[in-house]
């Protein structure tokens, strides 16, 4: 069974900087495309960023292009998301999810940006 | 951009009748080379991740009751809870994988009258 832990949330002032990481277990991660969705305090999800199982594929929300950066490392079955010059919008539970359609989920790991 | 929309946005429903959540797309979710449409459903209740119900538009996920059932084609899509239980009580979301920006609707909170 898929099981996924993001790790890295933290109280951050606005133009900082974090770095998310998503340990992953119990499938072939290399195989497989990954995400990252966000979940603002009482609001509803939020598409962020993808990845293919090689790293061939990008892709970013509008909202994160230019400061945010996914990637993946396939030897240690990890997922990453640097995020830079953040926000107070940016304030979230972020999640990694696995596959094409989400078929697995971590637990989140919440991310706030306030001075 | 595709653009989902969800309605209604809230929705009261007695347990044991059937709740329905409508989801348009701005754009047609079916890839005609494969014949697949590629429209999600998730549910998620409060202080948890989303759980993947439906995909492939009408697809269920292993372990997912039969009364979810997903139907629709093209723009318009319906999740379908046939006969309402209690532990149904959840937002649930849409989510198109077709076309990158991937997007999910805004969400229908479901509450039992």
């Known amino acids: 069974e898929a099981h996924l832990v993001e790790s890295g949330g933290d109280l951050v002032q606005p133009g900082g900087s974090l770095r998310l990481s998503c340990a992953a277990s119990g499938f072939s991660f290399s195989d497989y495309e990954m995400t990252w969705v966000r979940q603002a305090p009482g609001k509803g999800l939020e598409w962020v960023s993808y990845?293919?199982?090689?790293?061939?594929?990008?892709f970013y929300a509008d909202s994160v292009r230019g400061r945010f950066t996914i990637s993946r490392d396939n030897a240690k079955n990890s997922l990453f998301l640097q995020m830079n010059s953040l926000r107070a919008e940016d304030t979230a539970v972020y999640y990694c999810?696995?596959?094409?359609?989400?078929?697995?989920w971590g637990q989140g790991t919440l991310v706030t940006v306030s001075s | 951009d595709v653009v989902m929309t969800q309605s209604p946005d809230s929705l009261a429903v007695s347990l044991g009748e059937r709740a329905t959540i409508r989801c348009k797309s701005s754009?047609?979710?079916?890839?005609?080379?494969?014949?697949?449409?590629?429209l999600a459903w998730y549910q998620q209740k409060p202080g948890q991740p989303p759980k993947l119900l439906i995909y492939?538009?009408?697809t269920r996920d292993s372990g997912v009751p039969d009364r979810f059932s997903g139907s629709g084609s093209e723009t318009d899509f319906t999740l379908t809870i046939s006969s309402l239980q209690a532990e149904d009580v959840a937002v649930y979301y849409c989510?198109?994988?077709?076309?990158?920006?991937?997007?999910f609707g805004q969400g229908t909170k479901l509450e039992i009258k």
């Open positions: 990845i293919s199982h090689d790293t061939a594929t990008i």
């Open positions: 492939w538009a009408f």
């Open positions: 989510h198109q994988y077709y076309s990158a920006p991937y997007s």
């Open positions: 999810a696995s596959g094409f359609y989400y078929d697995a």
């Open positions: 754009q047609n979710l079916l890839y005609n080379s494969n014949s697949k449409t590629y």
